[in-house]
């Protein structure tokens, strides 16, 4: 069974940093794009970032580009989301999924509250 | 870009068929797949349809998706309802660029 938990998240004052992984297991991970979709509360699902194969080419949305980093690292079949200048509206819970061109499975989530 | 519009809400009761719609302001809907996601309280999403209309294993035949090229619109139709399908629902679909996008979500309430 494909299983993906993500941790990391908590707390953190607006202007700061977080770094989120998420831990693969039951896939060949090195073998799939790996992608970042947050959910502010109450709100719908918001696409974050994406990872090719080896981490050569990434792709993020416009609201956080220059401010978060995907990576990976394939030896250890994990994800990384690495958050910086961290806003309010950055808060929301992070899912990692594998990437299928659909996602596919999901993550339980981590949650990371902006606030001061 | 382009966008995905859902309608926020749709109710129906069980035992019946209910069909959730996706429209594409801009480009083709056939150009991209289109995939849905059901999201129940509390929990993660979940695929439920890929490629516009494939099922993946594990998810009851009373799901399916469609497209509608003159509407420029992908539909979820899930019928026979039960209680348990009442969740959210998301359209995805991505650019050429290895984009992706989500529709706004529709919260679907089975009465």
């Known amino acids: 069974e494909v299983q993906l938990v993500e941790s990391g998240g908590g707390l953190v004052q607006p202007g700061g940093s977080l770094r989120l992984s998420c831990a693969a297991s039951?896939?060949?991970?090195?073998?799939?794009?790996m992608t970042w979709v947050r959910q502010a509360p109450g709100k719908g699902l918001e696409w974050v970032a994406n990872?090719?194969?080896?981490?050569?080419?990434?792709y993020y949305v416009d609201s956080v580009k220059g401010r978060f980093t995907i990576s990976r690292d394939n030896a250890n079949n994990s994800l990384f989301l690495q958050m910086s200048s961290l806003r309010a509206e950055d808060t929301a819970v992070y899912y990692c999924?594998?990437?299928?061109?659909?996602?596919?499975?999901w993550g339980q989530g981590t949650l990371v509250t902006v606030s001061s | 870009n382009f966008m995905l519009t859902q309608p926020h809400s749709v109710s129906e009761s069980p035992g019946k068929t209910v069909t959730i719609s996706c429209t594409r302001s801009?480009?083709?809907?056939?150009?991209?797949?289109v995939q849905w996601y059901q999201q129940r309280p509390g929990g993660s999403p979940t695929i439920v349809i890929f490629?516009?209309?494939?099922?993946p294993s594990g998810v009851p035949d009373r799901f399916s998706g469609s497209i509608d090229s003159s509407s420029n619109s992908a539909s979820l139709t899930i019928s026979g309802l039960k209680p348990e399908d009442g969740a959210d629902y998301y359209c995805?679909?991505?650019?050429?660029?290895?984009?992706?996008?989500f529709g706004g979500g529709t919260k679907l309430t089975v009465l």
């Open positions: 999924v594998r990437d299928l061109g659909w996602f596919d499975p």
């Open positions: 039951g896939m060949t991970f090195k073998n799939y794009w």
């Open positions: 990872i090719d194969l080896d981490g050569s080419e990434t």
């Open positions: 801009s480009g083709s809907i056939v150009t991209n797949y």
């Open positions: 490629e516009h209309r494939r099922r």
């Open positions: 995805q679909s991505s650019d050429g660029d290895n984009h992706v996008l």
